[in-house]
């Protein structure tokens, strides 16, 4: 278990929809960084927060979002959702900003677009 | 900008025979390079990981990994395979892109362990 929680677990929904994912960090860590895994893409980076705040994007889409609140929980919000947005959507913590920092993943959500 | 190759996508290997995993990278500067192990239905976990200083990383899980600059390479290496190594393993690399620091993934490499 590597203390970051990720909810839900599982996620269907249909094309044009919006969900919400949500993570919970280590406790003390101040870095949230999110991944999708895909079939087809393999593992990308997407967004991580530092403190509440932006600080490295990846590939990200327009359609996607992300937040970190006061609390350091992070929700990723997708919209529009397609079938090709169905993937395995990770979280990952670390105590600091920078790349060297070890980050713990979370055990994902698995998002099905039908 | 930064990519890595794992050229291995699949890779089959008896119990208690040897292992190596390959790793290219592409990255201007000195690289931050990471392996990573993921088994079915889990997150990623970190197995080893190198920034600088010697070029023979050892990690959790009796894993090792060696950096050769002049190949481009940072190999995983294990003695000796247990059949709970059967998993997916990451090569990553990360570094600054675009003005971020960023990490990126290989595709991966799918370990079957036999008896």
């Known amino acids: 278990d590597s203390g970051v929680t990720q909810t839900p677990k599982h996620l269907i929904t249909a094309t044009g929809q919006r969900v919400t994912l949500r993570c919970s960090p280590r406790?003390?860590?101040?870095?949230v960084y999110w991944y999708q895994q895909s079939l087809d893409q393999g593992l990308q980076f997407l967004i991580q927060?530092?403190?509440?705040?932006?600080?490295a994007k990846g590939n990200i889409l327009e359609r996607f979002s992300a937040q970190q609140f006061p609390d350091l929980h992070s929700e990723l919000n997708l919209s529009s959702l397609e079938l090709g947005d169905s993937a395995l959507y990770f979280c990952?913590?670390?105590?600091?900003?920078?790349?060297?920092?070890?980050?713990?993943f979370g055990p994902g959500t698995r998002l099905t677009v039908t | 900008a930064q990519s890595v190759t794992q050229p291995d996508i699949h890779i089959t290997v008896s119990e208690g025979a040897s292992l190596e995993l390959r790793c290219n990278y592409s990255?201007?500067?000195?690289?931050?390079l990471f392996w990573y192990v993921q088994s079915p239905g889990q997150g990623l976990q970190l197995l080893l990981k190198?920034?600088?200083?010697?070029?023979l990383v050892q990690g959790i899980k009796g894993f090792e990994a060696e950096f050769k600059r002049s190949q481009s390479s940072f190999n995983l290496r294990k003695p000796s395979v247990h059949w709970s190594d059967a998993a997916e393993y990451f090569c990553?690399?990360?570094?600054?892109?675009?003005?971020?620091?960023?990490?990126?993934f290989g595709i991966g490499t799918k370990l079957q362990v036999i008896p």
């Open positions: 990952a913590s670390s105590v600091g900003q920078g790349i060297s920092y070890e980050q713990y």
């Open positions: 406790s003390g860590d101040l870095s």
């Open positions: 927060y530092y403190n509440g705040e932006e600080r």
């Open positions: 990255y201007g500067a000195t690289p931050y």
């Open positions: 190198y920034f600088s200083g010697d070029t």
């Open positions: 990553a690399v990360a570094g600054s892109s675009g003005g971020y620091q960023k990490v990126t």
